[in-house]
């Protein structure tokens, strides 16, 4: 299990580490930190997933001020293991996930304030000494310690926990975990409800109906739906561009004609005089 818990937590450190490296890639999210642990353990598929489940459930979730929401990649490369290595349920593995998640987005926002603070005077020495290779040290090596430390949490979850959390499995009767599994699968409800919240207005509501009835009642998958939204766009783009073309015609044609009339003007001026 050792071997487990250090590739799950270089499956972290890629997702977390690189999404500040390299600027703010969005490589943190859900979906990607999914890729990335099932390509690491050979599973691609549960990995994309467990991470397109997970995103559904991050994708409205913020931090503002002093709140902290779960750490998403935390969250979903200890349920990729879960559901991968371990064989647990989907549903049950992100319902037991998330929780260490919030714990790993905890410890990240000490360890982001705790090393940025120490840091500082450190990249001031650096820069103070004219050499362009400390500045670089130290910006790298407090990369490496601050991300290292912030993907502990994946490693003791996968090493520490996999066992209690197979024993508790094990022993838990089939209705908790039923109970489990519901809740893990309505999770995902929560984060577009969220998302929702931010987007929702009375114009949109049709589409949101539309949307409903399609998956409910006629039964399309989530392919089907976006084929079907993409052709709503495109005919809502032209037809808002007819529109504005028409507007544009309405409005350059008294235009127009104004000046054709103050032309004859001249002429007529010009001529008698």
């Keep these: 299990m050792l071997g487990t818990a250090l590739l799950a937590m270089l499956a972290a450190f890629i997702s977390i580490g690189s999404n500040y490296l390299f600027g703010q890639c969005m490589s943190e999210r859900p979906l990607v930190a999914g890729l990335v642990a099932g390509v690491i353990f050979g599973d691609i598929p549960t990995g994309v997933m467990v991470g397109a489940a997970l995103e559904a459930i991050f994708m409205g979730a913020v931090n503002v001020g002093g709140a902290v929401t779960a750490e998403p990649v935390t969250a979903t490369t200890l349920a990729v293991v879960f559901?991968?290595?371990?064989?647990?349920?989907?549903?049950?593995?992100?319902?037991?996930?998330?929780?260490?998640?919030?714990?790993?987005?905890?410890?990240?926002?000490?360890?982001?304030?705790?090393?940025?603070?120490?840091?500082?005077?450190?990249?001031?020495?650096?820069?103070?000494?004219?050499?362009?290779?400390?500045?670089?040290?130290?910006?790298?090596?407090?990369?490496?310690?601050?991300?290292?430390?912030?993907?502990?949490?994946?490693?003791?979850?996968?090493?520490v926990g996999a066992e209690p959390v197979s024993q508790m499995i094990n022993n838990i009767p089939n209705t908790v975990i039923a109970g489990f599994s519901a809740s893990g699968n309505l999770l995902p409800a929560v984060g577009m409800a969220m998302l929702l919240k931010m987007l929702w207005d009375k114009k949109l509501a049709v589409y949101f109906l539309l949307g409903f009835i399609l998956i409910s009642y006629i039964g399309l998958d989530m392919v089907g739906v976006a084929a079907f939204a993409f052709v709503i766009v495109v005919v809502v783009a032209l037809r808002d561009k007819e529109m504005l073309d028409l507007k544009k015609q309405t409005t350059s044609a008294p235009a127009a004609a104004a000046a054709a009339q103050d032309s004859r003007s001249s002429d007529e001026e010009a001529f008698f005089a």
């Design 83 to 159: 559901v991968s290595v371990m064989k647990m349920d989907q549903g049950v593995a992100i319902a037991l996930a998330v929780p260490i998640g919030l714990l790993a987005g905890l410890l990240y926002e000490f360890i982001h304030l705790s090393l940025s603070s120490l840091a500082a005077p450190l990249i001031d020495k650096a820069a103070a000494s004219g050499k362009e290779s400390n500045i670089k040290l130290v910006h790298f090596l407090g990369w490496a310690i601050k991300y290292g430390i912030c993907c502990l949490p994946t490693f003791l979850g996968v090493l």
